[in-house]
C-alpha cells in the first residue's frame, strides 16, 4: 500500500504538544527539530537533555530535577536516573483543582457518576488520613481485589500520597490466584468489594475474600468498597470495616504528600504467571510518572480538555497507566463490566455520552467488532473522538481497515507496544506522523529500540528481536523477594549483556514504523524458518467462517524430534464444522496471501481458546498441553477449562 490510512493536518500537527515540545527543546538547547525523526534521535543521543526536558515541559512537580541527571547510564541494569530528585506520584496526579469531572464512571448500564477534581482531592486526603492512622507508612504494601471503580482509584492515590507501595488484582481471579500474587508481597492493607457486574450478572466474591484473607497473615486490615450492594454483610472478613466507616472521622484538608526518591517504590505489577508463580516487577515513582507523561502529553497528546478512556481491569497494567493521565489534567473515563453489553455497543454509547476524545481498547477487541459486524461509525456520534488506542497484542491490518472504515475516518490510530516490564511503551502512536496499514507509528521517545538478527546486529530495516540498548527511567526498580537481581536479570539481560530483550518478534519498516508479529518464544520454525504467529493470524483471521485462532509449533515427530511443523487451532462462528472442504480453503488462503511455509499440517477445530485474564491467548501453555507437559499456573488464565480442549488431540497423533 503506497498510500497511508490517516494524515494529521497541518493545523493539528502545529497545535499539537509534540510540536510545541520540539519548539522548546530546540530553543533551550539550540537545535533546530525538522521533523519527528531528528526529535527522536536527538532523545536517545541525548538522553539526560531530552528527560529533563521532558521534566520541565510536563511540569512535574517536586524536589528537583537535581543537578544529576543519571549515574552510571551505560549500565543495564543498574543506572540511576535523578538521583537527587524527590517527588510523590499522587501529588503530581491530583494537582487540578476544580469542578471538571477528573473521573467518568459506567458499571455496565447499572451505575454512573462522576467525581470532580475537587472532590477527589477530598476524598483522597480523607482516606489518606484514615490509613495513616491505620498505621500505614511509606514502603508498606497496600493491596486491592477490586474492579475498576472510583473508589479505586481513590485507594491508589491515598497510599501513593503516604508513599506506600499499591498492588491489585481484578476481583476476577480465583483464590490462587490472588495469592500467588499478594502472598508474595505480604500487604497490610487489603481494600476489597463484595462483588462486581459482568454481562447483567452480578458476581458475588465475599466466600473468595474470606479465604483470601485467612491466607494473608499481614493483613492488618481489610477495607470494604461497597459496589454491587449498599451495606454487605463483611461479618465473615476478619478485620474488616466498611470504607466509609472509616473515613467517618476525617474531614477533607491539605494531603500531606511524602516526597521520597525517584526510585521509590510505587507500584508491584506482576507477569502473566502462565508458566509459574507470577514474577513481582516493582516500578518506581519517577520513572513511571516521567515515561506516562512522556505518552500521554507527547505521543497521545492530551491536555485540560481531553477525557481519555481505556478498557482495562485492575490486574492489566494499563489501569495503572490510564490513570496517570490525570497528571496532564485530563478526565479519566472508567468502566468496569463486560465490553460487549448491549450487544457490543456500550463502550461506544459510553464514548458518545461523554465526548470521549481518546478511546483506547484490545486488538482483540477491535477484533471481535469486526466478526460481529458492528458499524459504530452509522450507530454513533463520535465527532469529538480523535485518538483510538490500541494494545495488549498485534493489531492485525484488517482491524486498521476496520477502524477507518466503520468506527472513524479522521482520527489517529495509535497502535502501541511495550508492557508490564517497563509499565509504558518501546513503540507508540504518533499526532505527527501518518499511519500505516499494520504499522505501529514510532519509536518511542526516549527508547533506544533497535531491532537485531540472528547474530544480534541491529538492523536498519527487517525481522528480528526487539531490544532496547539503552537505560531508560522507568526500569524496574527491582523483582520483589530477588536480593541479587538474578530473576531480573535472567529475565531480560541473559541473551544480549547490557542489552534489554523483550521478547518480540518484529519488524522495523521502510517508514520508521514496526510491525509486531508476536513473542520470541513462541515464534514458528518450520525447516529453520522463523514465522511470527501473528503473520498466520492476520490471514486466517480474515475469513468469515473463522472467529479466532491460535498456532503453534509442533515437535515431529513426536518421539525423536527432528523439526517443527505448523498447528492451526480455530474457533468457527456457531453451527460451522470444521471439514475437509474449509480445513482446505484456510491453507490455500494462508498460502495465497503468505508463503508455502506458513501453512499449517494440521488445521484443528476447538470450541474456546484458553486466554489470559488481559486477554492474551497463551500460545506457550497450549504448547506444553498438545506436548503433554504441566502447565504451571492455571490461575492466570480466564478461561483454564479450555486447555482441556488440546490435550491429546487425535489428530496431532500423525
Known sequence: MDQPLWQPSAASMAASNMRAFMRAAGAHHQRSFADYDALYQWSIAEPEAFWREVWSFCGVIGDGPGAITVEQRERMPGARWFPQARLNYAENLLRRNDDAPALIFRGEDRIESSVSFTELR??????????????????????????????????????????????????????????DRFGQIEPKILFAAEGYFYNGKTIDVLPRLAEIVAALPTVERVIMIPYTQRSPDCSAIPRCIDVHALMAPYQARDIEYARLPFNHPLYILYSSGTTGVPKCIVHGAGGTLLQHLKEHVLHVGVGGNDRLFYFTTLGWMMWNWELTALAAGCAVLLYDGSPFARQGNILFDFAQDTGMTVFGTSAKFIDALAKAGLRPRHTHDLAALRVILSTGSPLVAEGFDYVYEHIKQDVNLASMSGGTDLISCFVNGNPLLPVWRGEIQCRALGMKVEVFDDE?????????????????????????????????????????????RHGDWVELTEHGGMIIYGRSDTVLNPGGVRIGTAEIYRRVEQLDEVVESLVIGQDWPPQQPVDVRIVLFVRLREGLTLDQTLAEKIRNHIRATTTSRHVPARVVQVADIPRTKSGKIVELAVRHVVHGRAVKNLEALANPEALALFRDRPELAS
Open 122 to 179: 477530598h476524598e483522597v486526603s480523607r482516606l489518606a488520613q484514615a490509613l495513616r492512622a491505620e498505621g500505614v507508612e511509606a514502603g508498606d504494601r497496600v493491596a486491592a481485589y477490586l474492579p475498576n471503580i472510583p473508589g479505586a482509584v481513590i485507594a491508589m492515590l491515598a497510599a501513593s500520597s503516604i508513599g506506600a507501595i499499591w498492588s491489585s488484582c481484578s476481583p476476577d481471579f480465583g483464590v490462587q490466584g490472588v495469592l
Open 456 to 500: 544480534g546486529c541491529a538492523l536498519a530495516r527487517g525481522k528480528g528481536e526487539l531490544v532496547c540498548t539503552a537505560s531508560f527511567p522507568s526500569m524496574p526498580v527491582c523483582f520483589w523477594n530477588d536480593a541479587d537481581g538474578a530473576k531480573y536479570h535472567a529475565a531480560y539481560f541473559e541473551q544480549y549483556p547490557n542489552v534489554w
